[in-house]
């Protein structure tokens, strides 16, 4: 398997999270390398239910080696909450490793998060609200803490100290209530307590695991287009969500990387504000109908649309894709005709790629071919053979379209619901 970087090809929720953990079978080690809590990534084993925020999905498999790694911002209480909640679950949270470097969420990024989507009104960029926009911005900005701070308790209590009375004055700018530095102090400070046992240097680790031929698997959060360099922005997250990422956010060279898989849905789907180019209300309500398409970690209804090859096709152009993993296959099992859009049209220009100019995109207008449907349901297939003509023939277009192989075909949430091509 090699070293593998698992990306998203849309917007995120593409399925990264199900995919990873078939891949996991074969990997020793997985490492998520940006992003923060904004991330959710669900798995199903048999009934039960898991979604990862800050985890890499790689610890539902026994003996696996994960690294957060970092190029990933970190709310310490919130990942001693999920720690909790997988142990409640009986999941053992053991060979965990947490960069020293990560940066750290605190409350006053979650509040300021808050206002300044309020000060936005109808142009909010509609975030999460994990406050990680202020705590990438800090960490850019050079104003950050890390994970080596806060497991260094003396360290900690000073910066902090200065940190909250910095930041009230911001808050109060914003008409929001102060906050009580004894509050936060005591609630990081055990968390920190509890993150030490698992704080190292991931960038060595790595290095080390590397060089004697461990299979890595780089888990990707978010989506292609919600990248900060490379997405709809403004309305991105603020890391890089691009397969570049990876090694900035590891520290693992990329002449080690071996291959990029990316994972898109057969559809499209959005949460939060921006431009779709192919969205459309109708899928929508078709897949919510169903209880499908409702945000892991907001709950909000995914806003969803017909497949984009326009956007996959400059996904594969901007992280690499060797090789896609389709998802949600199924989700189209009942449709009579699919639309797919193969070109945006803004007036008299014709575009085959997302432009950066987000006036323009807004303007875009999607040039759509028709495939017939199968209309049948194909969640019980389990090989390629088993799909219906017509599904295979919408799959391996919108794999020549998108310009990568296709590798696999999901078509239910479960590992066994999974067609390696
Ligand atoms: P991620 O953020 O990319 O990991 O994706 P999410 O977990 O946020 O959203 C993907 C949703 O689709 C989850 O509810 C998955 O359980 C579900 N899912 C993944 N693959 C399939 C599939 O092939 N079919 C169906 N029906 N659901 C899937
Ligand atoms: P996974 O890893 C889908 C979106 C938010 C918002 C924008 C900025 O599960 O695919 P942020 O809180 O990051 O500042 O919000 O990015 N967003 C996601 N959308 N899946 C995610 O993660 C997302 N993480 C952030 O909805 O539009
Ligand atoms: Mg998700």
Not at 59 to 70: A, D, E, H, P, T
Not at 352 to 366: F, G, H, R, S, T
């Amino acid at each position: 398997m090699a070293n593998t970087i698992l990306i998203g090809a849309q917007w995120g929720d593409e399925g990264k999270g199900k995919i990873i953990d078939v891949l996991t079978e074969k990997a020793d080690i997985v490492v998520r390398t940006q992003g923060g809590n904004n991330a959710g990534h669900t798995v199903y084993l048999g009934k039960k239910k898991y979604v990862l925020h800050l985890i890499p999905s790689g610890i539902l498999r026994r003996g696996k080696v994960c690294v957060i790694g970092n190029g990933v911002v970190i709310d310490p209480v919130s990942l001693v909450e999920e720690i909790d909640g997988l142990l409640k679950l009986g999941v053992r949270v053991k060979n965990l490793y947490i960069s020293e470097s990560a940066h750290l969420v605190f409350p006053y990024h979650r509040e300021l998060d808050s206002q300044r989507e309020i000060l936005k009104g109808k142009n909010k960029i509609g975030t999460t609200k994990r406050g990680i926009g202020p705590a990438y911005g800090d960490k850019a900005a050079r104003t950050g803490l890390r994970m080596i701070d806060l497991i260094n308790a003396e360290r900690f209590a000073g910066v902090l100290r200065l940190k909250i009375k910095e930041n009230n004055e911001i808050l109060k700018a914003f008409g929001a209530k102060p906050l009580n530095y004894a509050t936060v102090h005591k609630a990081y400070r055990e968390a920190g307590d509890r993150l030490k046992q698992y704080v190292t240097n991931t960038v060595v680790l790595l290095h080390h695991a590397t060089r004697r031929g461990d299979n890595v698997l780089f888990e990707g959060a978010q989506g292609t287009f919600l990248d900060i360099d490379h997405g709809t922005y403004p309305f991105v997250t603020s890391s890089n969500t691009t397969s570049g990422g990876a090694c900035t956010g590891s520290g693992v060279a990329p002449n080690r990387m071996d291959r990029v898989v990316g994972v898109m849905k057969a559809y499209t789907t959005r949460v939060g504000e921006g431009p779709l180019p192919s969205e459309n209300p109708e899928i929508a309500d078709m897949l919510h109908a169903m209880g499908r398409e409702f945000g892991a970690t907001t709950g909000r209804p995914r806003r969803c649309g017909w497949f984009d090859a326009v956007a996959t096709h400059h996904a594969c152009m901007v992280n690499g894709i060797d090789d896609l993993a389709v998802t949600n296959l199924d989700g189209l099992d009942t449709i009579e005709t699919i639309k797919v859009c193969v070109g945006y049209r803004a007036g008299l220009q014709r575009l085959d790629y997302v432009p950066a100019d987000i006036e323009l995109l807004a303007k875009c207008e999607p040039i759509y071919v028709e495939f017939p449907g199968w209309q049948q349901p194909t969640d019980k297939c389990r090989s390629w053979k088993q799909l219906p003509v017509n599904a295979r023939k919408y799959l391996k277009a919108i794999a020549k379209l998108t310009g990568a192989e296709l590798y696999i075909v999901s078509v239910g949430p479960a590992r066994e619901q999974t067609i390696f091509v």
